[in-house]
Every structure is written in structure tokens, then in C-alpha cells.
């Protein structure tokens, strides 16, 4: 499976920040966020969705892989996505260890493991 996705309870901004706190008891950091929405309406397009893209890092396992293999970095940052569906929150993102399996090299497979078991933790935290 190329995600991992739940379901919470929480309003949009309410998961954004449980998140954020989860995040950054790991270590991560919020480098970015795109509000999908606002920017599509901004250029004039119809769209209605609520739709964030969180570009998540950790500095020191950013470091990390890139010194093991630069081509980690067409990857970084992670995403992690916040969205609404038929009246539900959301939070998922595309799995690590999807992504690097593109690279065909076993040690960044075992990175991005590591990654993507924290990630994943802090998504069930946020939940």
C-alpha cells in the first residue's frame, strides 16, 4: 500500500495542531504548509475541498539519509496531508518506504522504515 491514512473526530485546524505537537515530540518540524483550497481559489479556479499539505522534517535524519544517498532528497520533505472527506478529517501521508523502494538501495529502505514507523506514530498520536 503506497499510504497510510486515518480517521479523527477533529476539526481540520484541531488535527493541524495535534499533529504539529505530535511531530515535534519526534523530533519533526512543520517547514511548510500549502493550503490546497485558497491557493486554487486564489488563481480563480472552482475548487471546495479542504485540503492541507504539511512538508514535514527532521533536520538530523534529513542529514542522515542525504549523506547515505542524495537521490533521497527528490522525497524530502515528507508530506503529511490534512483533508476533509464527506464530513471527516483525515490525516495520511505516502509511505516512505513506498517512495525510497524507487532508489533499488537496501539502506535507505531501513531509513525510511524508521521514518515512516515514527511518522505513523505521531498520525495515531494526532488522531
Known amino acids: 500500500m503506497f499510504d497510510y491514512t486515518v480517521a479523527t473526530d477533529k476539526s481540520?485546524?484541531?488535527a493541524i495542531e495535534s499533529i504539529k505537537?505530535?511531530?515535534?515530540d519526534e523530533g519533526f518540524g512543520i517547514l511548510w504548509?500549502?493550503?490546497?483550497?485558497?491557493?486554487?481559489?486564489?488563481?480563480?479556479l472552482e475548487f471546495q475541498k479542504e485540503l492541507r499539505?504539511?512538508?514535514?522534517?527532521?533536520p538530523?535524519?534529513?542529514?542522515?539519509?542525504?549523506?547515505?544517498?542524495?537521490?533521497?532528497?527528490?522525497?524530502?520533505?515528507?508530506?503529511?496531508?490534512?483533508?476533509?472527506d464527506n464530513g471527516q478529517t483525515k490525516i495520511g501521508m505516502p509511505k516512505p518506504t513506498a517512495l525510497i523502494s524507487l532508489l533499488n538501495d537496501d539502506n535507505m529502505k531501513?531509513?525510511?522504515?524508521?521514518?515512516?514507523?515514527?511518522?505513523?506514530?505521531c498520525i495515531d498520536k494526532s488522531k
Open 53 to 58: 499539505v504539511l512538508e514535514v522534517c527532521n
Open 12 to 14: 481540520m485546524n484541531d
Open 33 to 44: 504548509m500549502f493550503d490546497m483550497k485558497e491557493k486554487l481559489q486564489e488563481k480563480e
Open 60 to 84: 538530523q535524519e534529513a542529514q542522515r539519509v542525504l549523506n547515505e544517498n542524495q537521490m533521497a532528497g527528490y522525497f524530502l520533505p515528507c508530506k503529511i496531508v490534512v483533508y476533509e
Open 110 to 121: 531501513l531509513f525510511a522504515k524508521d521514518i515512516e514507523d515514527r511518522l505513523i506514530s
Open 21 to 24: 505537537e505530535s511531530l515535534e
